[in-house]
């Protein structure tokens, strides 16, 4: 019901910028909360930031006054505007958002990833 499309990932030095954009696709449900997480090898996936279909936003302590999330146009578009990166950055990024039918939740659905790696 919800296909998402990653793109923007690459590679950039420390002290960088990177803009990540995701796309879904919905079938029949509507999406609420959209986001993206991060995983390092050895690590597990974790949180970066999340933006509500409202413009809530929550961001992980580890990026916050250096990433922003934004809602695009059309709504079903979230973006990951990243910078002053650093090495510690560096992962798969996951584009993440739920699905909605009416005032049921229904599953989370997942991006493939993209990998954005920062260099010292």
């Known amino acids: 019901q919800v296909q998402l499309v990653e793109s923007g990932g690459g590679l950039v030095q420390a002290g960088g910028s990177l803009t990540l954009s995701c796309t879904a696709t919905v079938s029949i449900v509507s999406i609420n909360v959209m986001g993206w997480y991060r995983q390092s090898p050895g690590k597990e996936r974790e949180l970066v930031a999340t933006i509500s279909r409202e413009g809530r936003t929550n961001l992980a302590d580890s990026v916050k006054g250096r990433f922003t999330i934004a809602r695009g146009n059309p709504n079903s578009e979230v973006h990951l505007i990243m910078n002053s990166l650093e090495p510690e950055d560096t992962g798969v990024y996951y584009c993440?958002?739920?699905?909605?039918?009416?005032?049921?939740?229904?599953?989370?659905?997942w991006g493939q990833g993209t990998q954005v790696t920062v260099s010292s």
């Open positions: 993440k958002a739920d699905s909605w039918l009416g005032k049921t939740r229904g599953s989370d659905y």
